[in-house]
């Protein structure tokens, strides 16, 4: 006799929030807005609020402010925001799809592999745009996730969760020694130095319109998929159980998540720990109900992103800390406190 779905939902332990994702949701997206103006404002050249408004509303390009804002500052922090919120959507993706809490596309080789990928634009051909850079970003990420999960599915037992993030770091040291072998030999080493230590500087708008249309498809794709999502994180048996169509979700889903890392990895490098650890605070806010996961985990991937930037802007001005360092500086205590709880969610 099978079990109903309301019935099956209940036994998994479904925490869902409306009113507090809701409130979360307005409350992140007033908190980026303000984490953008803030970051504009601050830096070497002191900006005050009333500036960048103008500024976006009314542009001159006579005054020398509205230049720095407008050629420099807001695409800089706009590209933070929207790289925060790929690696953040791809995190929690991949958290529900594997039921793997230490899941992150920085450690599971998909960074790594958009990387190599990058290593071999610069390497062979040193005129290609930013648009072929990007798709060749997505190949990257697709070789790294299929090594890691084809390695990770060899031995007895199958994918388990500390199974995925050892074969994800061992295949991410191997991807990421092959990148760092190429700028050796094409003497690349400076060019990709920012990729490898990650940062948003020299994001541009010509940049942006390619990046951004790509990553709202691949978050709004999400946000369709989220309740399948839901579903398919109590486990496959039970999703089949409910009538899912479990291998075209994941398909669709894993599609998403390459797109979305290899879009960030193309332009701010590899930065990891955003998708392991913004998933885990959401689901702590709002329950684990996807469809609240996925749009919160958006909005504070990208606040994360902004803050972090403009904390690396201004730690040790003139002079800029790359954002990967500052990222890793919460997130690898964040890692180790999951592992050391064996993985279990914070919820």
Same mark, same amino acid.
């Given at each position: 006799?099978?079990?109903?779905?309301?019935?099956?939902? +209940?036994? %998994?332990?479904?925490?869902?929030?409306?009113?507090?994702?809701?409130?979360?949701?307005?409350?992140?997206?007033?908190?980026?807005?303000?984490?953008?103006?803030?970051?504009?404002?601050?830096?070497?050249?002191?900006?005050?609020?009333?500036?960048?408004? %103008?500024?976006?509303?009314?542009?001159?390009?006579?005054?020398?402010?509205?230049?720095?804002?407008?050629?420099?500052?807001?695409?800089?922090?706009?590209? !933070?925001?929207?790289?925060?919120?790929?690696?953040?959507?791809?995190?929690?993706?991949?958290?529900?799809?594997?039921?793997?809490?230490?899941?992150?596309?920085?450690?599971?080789?998909?960074?790594?592999?958009?990387?190599?990928?990058? !290593?071999?634009?610069?390497?062979?051909?040193?005129?290609?745009?930013?648009?072929?850079?990007?798709?060749?970003?997505?190949? =990257?990420?697709?070789?790294?996730?299929?090594?890691?999960?084809?390695?990770?599915?060899?031995?007895? =037992?199958?994918?388990?969760?500390?199974?995925?993030?050892?074969?994800?770091?061992?295949?991410?040291?191997?991807?990421?020694?092959? /990148?760092?072998?190429?700028?050796?030999?094409?003497?690349?080493?400076?060019?990709?130095?920012?990729?490898? !230590?990650?940062?948003?500087?020299?994001?541009?708008?010509?940049?942006?319109?390619?990046?951004?249309?790509?990553?709202?498809?691949?978050?709004?794709?999400?946000?369709?998929?989220?309740? +399948?999502?839901?579903?398919?994180?109590?486990?496959?048996?039970?999703?089949?159980?409910?009538?899912?169509?479990?291998?075209?979700?994941? @398909?669709?889903?894993?599609?998403?998540?390459?797109?979305?890392?290899?879009?960030?990895?193309?332009?701010?490098?590899?930065?990891?720990?955003?998708?392991?650890?913004?998933?885990?605070?959401?689901?702590?806010?709002?329950?684990?109900?996807?469809?609240?996961?996925?749009?919160?985990?958006? @909005?504070? /991937?990208?606040?994360?992103?902004?803050?972090?930037?403009?904390?690396?802007?201004?730690? %040790?001005?003139?002079?800029?800390?790359?954002?990967?360092?500052?990222?890793?500086?919460?997130?690898?205590?964040?890692?180790?406190?999951?592992?050391?709880?064996?993985?279990?969610?914070?919820?």
């Amino acid at each position: 006799m099978f079990k109903t779905k309301t019935k099956l939902i +209940q036994e %998994n332990k479904v925490y869902s929030r409306p009113a507090v994702g809701t409130a979360i949701l307005l409350l992140g997206f007033a908190l980026l807005l303000l984490s953008i103006v803030l970051a504009i404002s601050v830096g070497a050249a002191k900006i005050q609020f009333l500036t960048v408004w %103008n500024a976006v509303i009314n542009y001159d390009p006579t005054r020398e402010a509205d230049r720095i804002i407008m050629s420099l500052r807001l695409p800089r922090e706009l590209g !933070a925001a929207i790289v925060g919120a790929a690696f953040a959507v791809s995190g929690a993706i991949m958290q529900g799809m594997t039921r793997n809490p230490l899941a992150d596309p920085g450690l599971l080789g998909l960074n790594a592999g958009a990387s190599l990928a990058l !290593a071999c634009v610069f390497a062979f051909n040193t005129e290609a745009n930013y648009l072929t850079v990007m798709i060749l970003s997505f190949i =990257g990420a697709g070789i790294g996730a299929v090594l890691v999960f084809g390695l990770g599915s060899m031995s007895r =037992g199958g994918l388990t969760p500390i199974r995925i993030t050892l074969a994800g770091a061992a295949v991410s040291a191997l991807l990421s020694s092959l /990148g760092e072998g190429i700028a050796l030999y094409f003497k690349l080493s400076q060019d990709l130095a920012f990729w490898t !230590a990650g940062g948003v500087s020299g994001t541009n708008w010509a940049q942006l319109k390619i990046i951004v249309p790509v990553v709202l498809v691949g978050i709004i794709v999400a946000v369709m998929f989220s309740r +399948q999502l839901t579903i398919l994180s109590f486990g496959e048996e039970v999703a089949r159980g409910l009538g899912q169509r479990t291998l075209f979700t994941k @398909i669709v889903l894993m599609i998403v998540v390459l797109i979305l890392a290899g879009a960030a990895v193309s332009l701010v490098g590899a930065i990891a720990f955003v998708g392991l650890m913004v998933p885990h605070i959401v689901r702590f806010l709002v329950g684990t109900d996807y469809r609240w996961i996925i749009p919160c985990s958006a @909005i504070f /991937g990208s606040v994360l992103m902004v803050l972090a930037d403009t904390f690396a802007r201004t730690v %040790n001005a003139p002079y800029e800390t790359p954002v990967g360092a500052v990222v890793a500086m919460i997130g690898v205590p964040f890692f180790l406190y999951l592992a050391r709880k064996g993985g279990r969610k914070l919820s």
